[in-house]
């Protein structure tokens, strides 16, 4: 590492930080000997290296004496300024094997709609928590958003819900979300525990707009079964959905994670559909076209941990 020092007059002197290092300990100890002493070297050795230094200063830094050395004017007005530029680098130094060792800079996460906020909020307390260098830029939408922004490298990790063998490399299964039928409270088909697919068949339906993975998958499964989906409304926003069917009258499928809150409040009611059932994988996902640093590994680590509690807490881990 060289410092520059630069003085009015006088042309632009470079040298390396453990020649200044050297500087400032000659002329705190005032003695070449006593510098070799601490170095375990020679005093001539010392003497050498002093005398380069003054050669590309063009100048005298210490006068000898015999008693030792001593600083001439200008290694006087040299000195305070080198010390602080030797500490300048010291703490550079550290900050840089910091930087190494701890997690930093901005991590963007993708996140589909249906979890739940406060497991988002659990997750964003434990990384200011442990690494409050990090800092998190958060994006909800449908599947098909998220999986775009990950292709496209808008974000760094994806939350995102897959079918059977829509698996990426770099993607892991945090649970398996069951699909429910869900209605307005008191509703009489999702009254019991279970209702069979074949129950779909004529009910006023709120679904996803294609192209959805999920519309797709729907749409198959009612074609084998012989099953007519009546789509009275078709909106891809997961708030929405929730809002019709409480007001009465519309039925939405949508994932058992997704309506948790709202049927322990008792604002919707829902039955889980079987025969067939409707089971898809929410996934964490990191991007394939952007790094993937330390910082990141931290968050996914720590999101992964925290939203494999929605699956434990609905039993379907």
């Not at 100048?59 to 305070?80: A, D, I, K």
């Amino acid at each position: 590492m060289l410092l520059a020092l630069y003085q009015p007059g006088a042309r632009m002197v470079a040298l390396t930080l453990d020649q200044w290092r050297l500087f400032v300990q000659i002329a705190d100890q005032g003695s070449l000997s006593k510098v070799a002493a601490l170095r375990d070297g020679a005093q001539s050795a010392i003497s050498r290296q002093l005398s380069a230094m003054e050669k590309q200063c063009g100048g005298r830094l210490f006068h000898r004496t015999g008693r030792g050395v001593e600083l001439t004017e200008s290694g006087r007005q040299l000195y305070p300024r080198v010390v602080a530029w030797i500490e300048e680098a010291d703490a550079l130094s550290r900050d840089a094997v910091r930087a190494v060792d701890q997690p930093a800079g901005l991590v963007r996460v993708g996140v589909l709609s249906s979890i739940d906020h406060e497991h988002l909020s659990r997750a964003y307390d434990r990384v200011r928590q442990l690494h409050p260098q990090i800092r998190l830029r958060i994006r909800d939408g449908v599947g098909a958003a998220v999986s775009e922004w990950l292709e496209n490298g808008d974000v760094d990790i994806g939350i995102l819900m897959r079918g059977g063998g829509d698996h990426r490399r770099r993607e892991s299964t945090l649970f398996a979300a069951r699909h429910l039928l869900v209605a307005a409270p008191g509703d009489a088909l999702t009254r019991n525990a279970t209702v069979p697919f074949a129950a779909l068949q004529g009910l006023p339906l709120i679904l996803a707009g294609a192209p959805s993975a999920f519309r797709r998958q729907m749409d198959q499964l009612s074609r084998r079964l012989g099953v007519t989906l009546n789509v009275a409304l078709e909106c891809d926003s997961l708030q929405f959905q929730k809002h019709m069917v409480m007001r009465g009258g519309l039925y939405a499928v949508l994932a058992e994670h997704a309506v948790a809150r709202d049927r322990a409040a008792g604002v919707l009611q829902a039955a889980v559909i079987v025969k067939p059932s409707l089971t898809r994988s929410i996934t964490l996902a990191t991007s394939e076209v952007r790094p993937m640093t330390l910082a990141c590994r931290e968050v996914a680590h720590i999101l992964r941990n925290t939203l494999e509690e929605i699956g434990q807490a609905i039993g379907t881990r």
